[in-house]
């Protein structure tokens, strides 16, 4: 699911430059869960 959800952001960067920044913080904001997912489990 995450991957094609980066596959898709990637392919409307190319038509719209803002979503490098909105794909940049989904993906930072993803990492973060699964490291707060590591660390509290």
């Known amino acids: 699911m995450a991957v094609s959800f980066e596959i898709y952001a990637y392919q409307l960067a190319y038509s719209n430059p803002v979503?490098?920044?909105?794909?940049?913080f989904e993906l930072v904001y993803f990492l973060r869960c699964i490291q707060y997912d590591a660390f509290f489990s």
């Open 19 to 24: 979503y490098i920044a909105i794909a940049y």
